[in-house]
């Protein structure tokens, strides 16, 4: 059964650039699947920043799409998301998943990791 | 935000059926499959129906999903307290060529 953690600062500052990895057990990320994050601002919904294939397919929700990048790192099995210019908009507890291609379902989830954003 | 529209939170009793609808448009739901997601706070989401209809293996029948034009629905029955959480639907925005969700519905047992 595939497993997803995040990981990375609680903590980061105004203007700066939040950098977060997943890990992920039970599965390659070079299999056939999209590895996406997905954040929820407090007392919001949930809002997917984008996701990538090891094919080289890519997507980026728009009003993030010019500070965002996600990559894959396959010799240790992780992906990260690199968020930059932060303001405290983007404040947000980041949930990597894993999804399927062209079905538009996520099947596994992380459990989430807590970014503040404060100076 | 969203693109897709749920009411903020719906209640019943034990035993009792719910239903959440997830409002759309021909740029996403009325053209390809809607996902539901249940999520507890603290916890991963759940996937609760994939393909708008069709359960994960583990999720019982209680939960169902359909869709109608431009809308889908999750339906709820026999409502259990284990059931309170926060439901999401999910689908695909050919326009904006993203992942969208909805606003999210609270579920209440009375």
């Known amino acids: 059964q595939v497993q997803l953690q995040e990981s990375g600062p609680g903590l980061v500052k105004p203007s700066e650039t939040l950098s977060l990895t997943c890990t992920v057990s039970?599965?390659?990320?070079?299999?056939?699947?999209?590895w996406a994050w997905v954040r929820q601002s407090p007392g919001k919904g949930l809002e997917c920043i984008g996701g990538v294939h090891h094919g080289g397919m890519d997507y980026y929700t728009p009003s993030l799409k010019s500070r965002v990048t996600i990559s894959l790192d396959t010799s240790n099995n992780q992906f990260s998301l690199r968020l930059t210019s932060v303001t405290a908009s983007d404040a947000a507890i980041y949930f990597c998943?894993?999804?399927?291609?062209?079905?538009?379902?996520?099947?596994?989830w992380g459990q989430g990791t807590l970014v503040t954003v404060s100076s | 935000q969203s693109v897709l529209t749920q009411p903020p939170s719906v209640s019943a009793a034990p035993g009792q059926r719910v239903t959440i609808s997830c409002s759309g448009s021909?740029?996403?739901?009325?053209?390809?499959?809607v996902s539901w997601y249940q999520h507890l706070p603290g916890t991963a989401p759940r996937l609760l129906i994939f393909?708008?209809?069709k359960r994960p293996s583990g999720i019982p029948g209680r939960f169902t999903g359909s869709k109608s034009g431009t809308t889908a629905t999750l339906a709820i029955t026999g409502l259990q307290t284990g059931d309170e959480a926060d439901y999401y639907c999910g689908t695909w925005d050919f326009s904006l060529k993203t992942d969208v969700f909805g606003t999210g519905t609270k579920v209440t047992v009375l």
């Open positions: 998943a894993r999804r399927i291609p062209n079905l538009n379902w996520f099947d596994s």
């Open positions: 039970g599965d390659s990320i070079s299999s056939d699947y999209y």
């Open positions: 393909e708008t209809d």
């Open positions: 021909s740029s996403n739901i009325r053209n390809t499959y």
